[in-house]
Nanobody
Framework: QVQLVESGGGLVQPGGSLRLSCAAS????????MGWYRQAPGKQREFVAR???????DYADSVKGRFTISNDNAKNTVYLQMNSLKPEDTAVYYC??????????WGQGTQVTVSS
């Protein structure tokens, strides 16, 4: 099993920044990649960013150039630095981990609201 605990969401004005954190525990040595998804009200959950254990990075087109994913292996934590936030970034953000290339784990979600 893998447990994921997110933190760092909140309310921010347009153009502002937030950093999300996701701490992993459990069978972390079997994790192949970690990342972030988000779900806005009335919409499907969508991919935001991913970092593999090999260091490969992927971003959704909508966040490229504004969001940066990184990790701290010593802390088993993945971060999502979000800059130049827009109202359309408002969503519940979920941490995701892929274990053994086939098992998905999700965090509980953290709310990000971008509003003036």
């Amino acid at each position: 099993q893998v447990q994921l605990v997110e933190s760092g969401g909140g309310l921010v004005q347009p153009g502002g920044s937030l950093r999300l954190s996701c701490a992993a525990s459990g069978r972390i040595f079997e994790i192949n990649a970690m990342g972030w998804y988000r779900q806005a009200p009335g919409k499907q959950r969508e991919f935001v960013a991913r970092i593999s254990t090999g260091g490969n990075l992927d971003y959704a087109d909508s966040v490229k150039g504004r969001f940066t994913i990184s990790n701290d292996n010593a802390k088993n934590t993945v971060y999502l630095q979000m800059n130049s936030l827009k109202p359309e970034d408002t969503a519940v953000y979920y941490c995701h981990a892929l274990r053994g290339y086939k098992i998905d784990y999700w965090g509980q979600g953290t709310q990000v609201t971008v509003s003036s």
